[in-house]
């Protein structure tokens, strides 16, 4: 063989590419600032975790205390910057304290259902078949049962404990990530990186795993976002609904279901745990968007 | 004909980031480019270099990212930059006209063709609907589609992507716009239909007098339709004159390079290697201080070509050519380069290593309830061989089986008949999960999508390093070594493994898949596609990797194509397929001279020539391929043949001519009466 052809064409890629895209986790938080509504909803969702950390401090009484003399007059004043429910319990700290259970249980839930979801939804997509088959329908089934009538049934049954509601919670969430894992393997099955994994033997399971799943990550990520934003507002429904975290402790759901009878008389009862609930929804809701994005330049 | 319809003076465009924090990114820089009325002017260079961004700059389709940041649009007078959305609205469409690549992406999938063309009328002219569906059916004929009143009446799904892409046509063309922009109207399109497609635009050159900006990567597309050309590199125009200047005498580096780089029918690798274009386009915000090319160039002078921007001048005297290169009168007379041989013989004929007899494969598809069964059938009876440092070429329009045939070989898809032999072992019923590792590491394959053939989460390093453990079973720790000398053997530089495929171009991303297939250091090589994607510059360097590769290693080469020029350039063995069989076989350059299958004279006729004089009488193919499950009893090509003999075509089966050195011909045409019919079939660029 001679001199090759190519010799000179030792091709060196430009450092553009590169220099644009931070390394590592640092630099994906960065990108999180190119978008206004990311920026936004990551801001208002890191306020409530850094209330909900610092309950104990930040709350100025004990969540379950009652002042009997704020009684007279409920109102916000200085002794209670957002007033006082029918019992006297400060709502400031009430809702401080409040936001614990809700971030933690929401994102628990989400990422079960997602684990579950995904697993499903790669099966169904990957293998096609009879998996594909009892997978979709099982899903249909359960998405089309009346979600709040299922969650009263078995909650009712099982007792509400923080537990019971992730669980719940995954188990209905589940088969909405399976459909989306679905359609996304469906797709990316029939790429030539996948047709390649199989031609060096790779099993199954590593494909969906490996070859799969990473490349779904994008379009999963925004809908964790906004299934995270939906469960919260379940979790204040089943509040609502009493079948939500067992009293006395402050549940946002709970606290408008105590007070919403006196909504005529007391607005702020209320009021201020719905508005806490909707900036927590709002902030994941954004946050989607602006993902979803960021998503879209790359 | 001297009145300028459009001139573009000194034009630049920028792209910003998405908050413009990142400031502006000069893609287009004092662009001067003049287009007269009933001209057509292509404009070419390679992918990045701005051609589309211009296109789309004339009719303010910029988007939010794109501004004009200097300079101005003279259109008729009037300064596109400036003029305001509702002037510019009553240019779009009835004065400027535009053809995108992607002609299903152009038409409204719910909408019947008829009323889609019929709207161009009704809005522009206020034409009454009568009127507007007489000119409709009218321009119909105009761009050769038969029965056009069954044309209207259709919903673009329904028609293939020729007759789509002429629907596009007629619809610029309806509102006889002075101005019609084709953006790569054939990049994309099976030859055939490109060779239709540009017979077409020339033919209707004579007709209509529409000026055309006629945009391409690919200097041969642009030789038989345009006037003049000019040629792009990094947002700007480094060369322009009148057709036959820029193919006889260019002058600048970059249109040689250019040139030099693309496969005709009269080379291949034996004689004239291609010479690539080292190096790749830079990005465009380095900005060099002279000349943008000036990394890139043979004959590159420190000094008087880095120093300062070189400008676009007249060259020899004439404005008619232009050359943007402080060397050009230097140079000397264009004559086209040749690599140094990199293969000197053809490989004696040995025995086969891979090999397919009476191959069939169908695919039936059936309900889960319902007890209809439709089955399709995708090849039948191919025999096929290849031995040791050969490469066969497979070639076809699509819809001819050939990448089924690939994926029957890789173990993809099984075969429902025949046999198929990989290295004395029967393989065709074998799914590629039921080959143990010797198998699969003895037949790889290079897959045909740059972006889809790496997985976009991994790194280089991995994906390869990966395939080494799997096929090589090398231990994890002997990775990186591994992984670098297989990026050396690609040619790209080891510290490639740390990067993420987004961060390569089109032609690592085919490199590094290359490395991939490479890592079990396999006897079969099958490529499907590997350089349809690509620029052609940077198509030659592919092709040479993979012959170099191909007489290092000895490996079997199955090269699948539509390219008709890269096929005779790189193969020496061609199987020509059509409807899943085959209709001729043999050494590379018997089955591309007389005597040859009539599918072949057609194909051969098809490939547009790089040579502004030679695009005469051509065999055009009408029509499209018969559905899969209206296969014709006979010779399945009898439908479109233009040599068909009569009803013995359409009812029997045709014969299988054997010829000299295994060249194999089915048609019921002899042999010699081919070559009689076909003696005035001269190999384009066979000079």
Partial sequence: MSTPVTADVLTVSPPAASRRRARGWWGRVARLADSTPATVGAALILVWVVVAALAPLLAPYAPNSNDLAALASTTPSRAHWLGTDHLGRDILSRIVWGARPVLVIAPLAVLGATALGSLLGLAAGYKRGWIDLVVTRSCDIVLSFPVIILYMIILTHFGSSAWNIVGVLTLTKAPIIARIVRGLTLELREREYVAAAKMRGESSLYIMLVEILPNARGPLIVDMCLRTGYNIIIIGVLGFLGIGLPPPDPDWGGMVKDTYGMMMVWPHMALFPCAAISSLVVGFNLLAVGLREIGLRD | MTDRLLELQDLSIAYHGLRRRRGETRVVRGLDLTLHAGEALGLVGESGCGKSTVALSIVRYLGRAGRIVGGRILFEGRDLATVDEATLRGIRGRRIAMVYQDPMASLNPVMTVGRQLMEVPMIHDRAGA???????????????????????????????????????????????????????????????????????VRELRRRIDSAILFISHNLATVAGVCDRIGVMYRGELVEDGPVRRIFSDPRHPYTRGLLDCLPTLGRDKRQAPLVPIPGQLEPPHVRASGCGFAGRCADVEAGRCTTRPIPLAAFDGEATHRVACVRAAELPVYARRRGDGAVSARPAAAAPVVATEHLGKVYESRRLLGRRRRSVRALSDVDLAA??????????????????????????????????SLDGAEVGRLGVDARGRELKRKLQMVFQNPDSTLNPSHTVGY????????????????????????????????????????????????????????????????????????????????????????????????????????VRYLADHVAVMYLGTV????????????????YTEALLAAVPAA?????????????????????????????????????????????????????????????????????????????
């Fill in chain 2, 130 to 200: 009568a009127a507007a569906r007489a000119r409709a059916l009218a321009m119909l004929g105009e761009v050769k589609l038969a029965d056009p009143e069954a044309v209207m009446e259709r919903y673009p799904h329904q028609l293939s992507g020729g007759q789509q892409q002429r629907i596009v046509i007629a619809m610029a063309l309806i509102a006889e716009p002075a101005l019609l922009i084709m953006d790569e109207p054939t990049t994309g399109l099976d030859v055939t239909v490109e060779a239709a497609v540009l017979n077409l």
């Fill in chain 2, 387 to 420: 031995g040791r440092r050969q490469t066969l070429a497979i070639v076809g329009e699509s819809g001819c089986g050939k990448s089924t045939l690939a994926k029957v070989l890789a173990g993809i898809e099984t075969a429902t008949e025949g046999r198929v």
């Fill in chain 2, 463 to 566: 994906t390869i390093g990966r395939a080494l453990r799997r096929l090589r079973d090398r231990a994890p720790g002997d990775l990186a070594g591994g992984v670098a000398r297989l990026l050396e053997v690609v040619r790209l530089s080891p510290e490639m493994a740390a990067r993420m495929p987004r961060q390569l171009s089109g032609g690592e991303k085919q490199r590094v898949a290359i490395a991939r297939a490479l890592a079990g250091d396999p006897d079969v090589v099958v490529a499907d596609e590997p350089v349809s994607a690509l620029d052609v510059s940077v198509q030659a360097a592919i092709i040479n990797l993979l012959t170099e590769l191909q007489a290092a290693h000895g490996t079997t080469l199955v090269f699948i194509s539509h390219d008709l020029s890269v």
């Fill in chain 2, 583 to 598: 209709a001729e076989l043999g050494p590379v350059e018997r089955v591309f001279a007389p005597p040859c299958h009539p």
């Fill in chain 2, 611 to 687: 040579d502004p004089d030679r695009h005469g009488p051509r065999i055009v193919l009408e029509g499209p391929l018969p559905r899969p499950d209206e296969r014709p009893r006979g010779c399945p090509f009898a439908t479109r043949c233009p040599r068909r003999v009569g009803a013995v075509c359409d009812d029997t089966p045709p014969p299988v001519q054997r010829l000299a050195d295994g060249h194999r011909i089915a048609c019921h045409i002899p042999a010699d009466e081919l070559a009689r019919l076909q003696a005035s079939l001269v190999m384009i660029g066979a000079s």
